[in-house]
């Protein structure tokens, strides 16, 4: 080993990264979805960024990461045309942010959202690797975004990430040995002859194979499973150079597990995804990194065990990218998403010294930190639950209408008057049964009902206050809001069967259990 070059190496790149934070500094950020669902967010009313920038700013934060959905930015794929609204309501966000010394860094192309589209987003996403057109318009709603916050004196990075792409590696295992069109469009079958010789691409098969035109997307369980993942790698890498050309400095979320597939030898293999770390020629790298990983399915462990984990894995991430500063946009110290209960996780006892503890780990990165869940928020089905955006989503019947007062819009209801929303696309109910909340405010005395098919409640309401109640809305399509006698202002209407718990603050505002641990993280990092 030439000891001198790797010490000239290491030299370069220390340098680089103290350049990086006397320019830059470290980014300390909250992922900021306001007191909505990230669904929902852009749909939502928007209407306290300054009291919760104040907040994000006093708890050490000097960040916030905004999601960016392709389609709510970018509606109709064909005039390519800019939601000037979004774009607004993003505009007053940045401003915001910069009067309270904040910076904003964006996920662009966040697939979820609540836009008022009938195009299946999914579909939109599958095109975008088969269709030059789909492409231009991806192309176009980078450069537009570009445009609009590129010099805005609050704009502090960007990145894609592997996840917003993902669900098609496991869509197009379905499509089988009869479809070989779109391999062949999506540049699958090309590729694999490119990278491998006949002989290989037969072995993992299963079968001779001696053509790309005889190539298809292999199921989930095959052996050639190895190669759909190496493929998308190799897209990711395209889609990230393209992307670079028209917002520069644009980085990556890349994927830091490694994927089991079925071995030719009956072993089963792991594919990882070192070929994407270094993000192009991005300045920085970035990830999610949750407390589990790496760890046993169903551990338990120590804040020592799991600090030390993420040194090695994260370490390893930045070795593989050259070097480069990496951005944590998803620090996830704890998670309780449903279906993922056997992850493991630190133990409870433990969890404020294990965040506090990560302050080297993370400062070593270099670029910064975001936690994901800043303030815990439901899976709200209802779009627009605040009426910022009036009667958007809502259909009136009777004298229903929206008020505004201070900023404030809420729905006014009364005597025979109905407000209904369908939320049959977006219904995540469970057979369990969900949870029906909404503020309200009586004018006069009022008996309000509320419905979803066969489920009615009913409430005699009196003055000021806030209604949580049981409701099954399992299989249902609307919830109808509907004024028996009196008069009401309701306002913040959500359905929702999961909180998504972050601990830093809850749902109602108060705070959660590792407030003071984050606080102290931020003390203990740079600036």
Known sequence: MNHKKVSRRLAAILLTAISWLMLCGFTKAATYTGRDFAVNFWSGEMNMPDEDFQQIRQDGFNAIVLVVPWRQFQPDLKSRDMNSDAYAKLARLMNAAEENDLK?????GYTWDCYNSQENVAVRYRKLRSEDSVRRA?????????????????????????EDFWNFTFECAAFGAGDMDTPR????????????????????????????EDVWFPSLTSPARKLVYEWNDAWMNELLADSQEVFPGISMEVRLDIDPVSGTEGVRVGVPHT????????????CMYAAAMGQEFGQEVSAGNAISKAGSILGMLRANAGGKPVFVDQ??????????????RVRKDEL??????????????????????????????????????????????????????????????????????DFSNRNTSKETGDILSFDYEVLT????????????????????????QEMHTFGEHQLALSCLEGAVLIDNVKVYSHVTEGGIYNMDGTPG???????????????
């Open 138 to 162: 991806w192309i176009s709603y980078l450069k537009d975004l570009y445009s609009r916050v590129g010099d805005h004196p609050a704009f502090g990075g960007a990145f894609l990430t592997w």
């Open 513 to 527: 259990p590792y407030l003071d641990a984050i606080r102290t993280l931020n003390a203990n990092l740079p600036d």
């Open 331 to 344: 620090f996830l110290y704890t998670d309780n998403t449903p279906g993922f209960e056997m992850n493991a």
């Open 445 to 468: 005395p009022c008996r309000l009902r509320a419905s979803a098919g066969h489920c009615v409640e009913n409430f005699a309401l009196e003055g000021k206050g806030s209604i949580t």
């Open 104 to 108: 904003v860094v964006l996920r662009v």
């Open 352 to 421: 404020p010294d294990y965040i506090v503890g990560m302050a080297p780990v993370l400062r070593d990165m270099q670029w910064g930190y975001a936690v994901w869940t800043y303030r815990d928020y439901a899976d709200d089905v209802i779009v627009n639950g605040g009426f910022g955006n009036r009667g958007e989503e809502w259909s009136f019947s009777g004298n229903a209408s929206t008020r505004e007062e201070d900023g404030n819009s809420r729905l006014y209801l009364e005597t025979d008057s109905r407000a209904v929303q």
């Open 185 to 212: 469009r999506c540049g699958y079958s090309e590729w694999v002859f490119e990278n491998y010789d006949q002989t290989e691409v037969s072995r993992l098969y299963g079968e001779e194979i001696s053509d790309p």
């Open 275 to 286: 070929v994407t770390f270094p993000a192009g020629n991005a300045e920085f790298t970035s």
